[in-house]
């Protein structure tokens, strides 16, 4: 089993609808959580990071659920400026400083 | 530098040989990853570097990986006798000094373009 876990997609959704992607982690000792986007042959970018109150940038909202060991990403009113790999990003507390990707969620926002 | 660079950002090689792939930071930046990236896939990690000390190299795949940051600066990937299955995109990143990290006091990573290796 991957230590983080998203749905691949792709997601395809019209124009102004609201979107959740969801990722799993499997360790406990998780640390710090961060969403990452990634266009089409370019690289991953921080989109924002995840704290453990939940945390909101304008039309992106992310949660943190510790105990269920899963974090998840809102988007609301989608442009289709977003259409992107959104890419879940963990580090835990036992393996230093290195930051372990999912494989990442399709998202095809249409007109 | 502005960003963060790699050279070659194409590179492509008959299988059994050596290839190098190189990695600037940005200008003052601790930290330097590499990540190997194959299609419709997440950076999947290979190893990390603290100024010029390799803190992590445990996603090296086998002893035909090294890596080396002999300056704290500029890093060097090397795969020798290379193989098919090592074609991928290789990606690296940096991230900066601690004070100035977010606050979950984890590195944020700014990523270069990346090498793209074909091994024929």
């Known amino acids: 089993r991957k230590e983080v876990e998203q749905d691949p997609g792709p997601f395809n959704v019209p124009e102004g609808a609201t979107v959740a992607f969801n990722c799993t982690y499997s360790n406990s000792a998780s640390q710090s959580f961060f969403w990452y986007r990634q266009d089409c042959r370019k690289e991953p970018k921080l989109l924002m990071s995840?704290?453990?109150s939940g945390n909101e940038d304008g039309r992106f909202t992310a949660q943190l659920n510790r105990a269920s060991q899963y974090i998840s990403l809102l988007i609301r009113d989608s442009k289709l400026s977003d259409s992107a790999t959104y890419l879940c990003v963990v580090t835990f507390r036992n393996q230093g400083g290195k930051l372990i990707f999912g494989q990442g969620t399709e998202l095809s926002v249409k007109p | 530098g502005a960003g963060v660079s790699q050279s070659p950002r194409y590179k492509v090689t008959k299988r059994g040989q050596d290839v190098a792939l190189r990695c600037d930071p940005i200008?003052?930046?601790?930290?330097l990853y590499w990540y190997r990236q194959a299609l419709g896939q997440g950076p999947e990690f290979l190893t990390y570097f603290n100024y010029e000390a390799q803190q992590d190299k445990s996603g090296l795949p086998n002893d035909r990986f090294s890596a080396e940051r002999p300056e704290g600066s500029i890093s060097t990937l090397t795969i020798q006798r290379t193989e098919q299955r090592d074609s991928a995109m290789y990606r690296c990143?940096?991230?900066?000094?601690?004070?100035?990290?977010?606050?979950?006091?984890?590195?944020?990573?700014?990523f270069g373009a990346g090498s793209r290796l074909t091994v024929l």
């Open positions: 995840v704290y453990s």
């Open positions: 990143a940096s991230s900066p000094r601690e004070d100035r990290r977010e606050r979950t006091g984890a590195n944020v990573l700014t």
């Open positions: 200008s003052g930046h601790v930290s």
